[in-house]
């Protein structure tokens, strides 16, 4: 009979999936800093690692301590489950100790995925995030700051913005220090602004005009469309600024201080910082 012996490894190489990305990146810079080993998730680092080809992971997950995961593109879409509960297998198995799992708030389909984490067996810390600030300079919403003209579908409820540097840091407290271990936080930034007050909020600092205009969800995926933008994204989008933006979010908590001790970042100085990488002075 062949016995399975699963080593524990040791040595606090974390493993940062989506580390080329909005979190990641964060987190890897301040793992680096810390001298702590690191393995960036990336389609395009070796080794690679794709969360859609399986056969990808046991590079990634060889040697590996603890794992911040980030799913592509949506926690909340439906394939995500079937593919985190693999993953989940695999890390076990490959000796993993601990997950850290990037979450949203309010999402049933996100909570589904958190699920098979908490109930890995490995130790957990499960992130919910509000909407990222930084979807107005690194993601989707940029294309339209730069044309200076902002499109969006009816939005009923305003957000509690939360800046990526605030995740990344809160992330960082949870790899490194076990009294985060079986916690699920839920972040936001310190107060709640409608879309049009985040687009005005900008466009006086920056000093260009932007127009705003939120217009049907039929129209605004007519509009997608023509942009010739795929069906996923576009349904993903619609889901987003339906379901997580009917009001059930409308609300914030204090843990990004509660784990960090200082308040969460405001809007106003995460455009402050921003304005200074020049991405906004773009032609
Ligand atoms: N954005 C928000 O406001 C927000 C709010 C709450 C929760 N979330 C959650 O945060 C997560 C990240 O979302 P994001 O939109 O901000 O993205 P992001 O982290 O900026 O995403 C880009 C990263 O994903 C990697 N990536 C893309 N496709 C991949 C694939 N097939 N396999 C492996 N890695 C892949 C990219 O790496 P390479 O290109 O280098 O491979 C890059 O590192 C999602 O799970 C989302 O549900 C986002």
């Known amino acids: 009979m062949i016995r399975i012996i699963k080593y524990k490894n040791m040595d606090n190489t974390t493993l940062v999936l989506g580390g080329t990305g909005k979190t990641g990146r964060r987190v890897i810079d301040r793992l680096a800093k810390l001298g702590i080993p690191i393995r960036i998730g990336s389609r395009n680092i070796a080794p690679f690692f794709d969360w859609y080809k399986e056969e990808t992971w046991d590079a990634a997950l060889s040697g590996i301590e603890k794992v911040y995961i980030t799913f592509q593109p949506d926690i909340a879409i439906p394939q995500a489950q079937q593919i985190i509960q693999s993953f989940v297998q695999k890390a076990k198995y490959a000796g993993v100790q601990k997950l850290v799992l990037l979450s949203g708030r309010g999402e049933h389909e996100a909570e589904l995925c958190e699920n098979l984490?908490?109930?890995?067996?490995?130790?957990?810390?499960?992130?919910?995030?509000?909407?990222?600030?930084?979807?107005?300079?690194?993601?989707?919403?940029?294309?339209?700051?730069?044309?200076?003209?902002?499109?969006?579908?009816?939005?009923?409820?305003?957000?509690?913005?939360?800046?990526?540097?605030?995740?990344?840091?809160?992330?960082?407290?949870?790899?490194?220090?076990?009294?985060?271990?079986?916690?699920?936080?839920?972040?936001?930034?310190?107060?709640?602004?409608?879309?049009?007050?985040?687009?005005?909020?900008?466009?006086?600092?920056?000093?260009?005009?932007?127009?705003?205009?939120?217009?049907?969800?039929?129209?605004?995926?007519?509009?997608?469309?023509?942009?010739?933008?795929?069906?996923?994204?576009?349904?993903?989008?619609?889901?987003?600024?339906?379901?997580?933006?009917?009001?059930?979010?409308?609300?914030i908590t204090n843990d990004v201080e509660t784990v960090l001790k200082r308040k969460p970042t405001s809007f106003q100085e995460y455009i402050n910082k921003t304005i200074k990488t020049g991405i906004w002075n773009q032609p």
Not at 126 to 150: H, K, P
Not at 213 to 229: G, K, P, Q, V, W
Request: hydrophobic share 45%; aromatic share 12%.
């Open 117 to 251: 984490v908490i109930k890995s067996g490995l130790d957990w810390t499960i992130v919910r995030a509000s909407w990222f600030m930084q979807n107005f300079s690194e993601g989707f919403l940029l294309d339209s700051i730069l044309a200076g003209e902002m499109i969006l579908p009816k939005i009923n409820a305003d957000e509690p913005f939360v800046d990526a540097d605030d995740i990344a840091d809160v992330v960082v407290e949870a790899l490194m220090d076990d009294a985060h271990s079986h916690q699920i936080y839920s972040l936001t930034g310190p107060t709640l602004l409608s879309f049009e007050k985040a687009i005005s909020l900008i466009a006086n600092a920056i000093k260009r005009e932007i127009q705003y205009a939120e217009i049907s969800m039929h129209n605004y995926t007519d509009m997608l469309r023509s942009y010739e933008l795929t069906e996923e994204f576009i349904s993903l989008i619609s889901y987003l600024f339906t379901q997580v933006l009917d009001g059930r979010n409308e609300f």
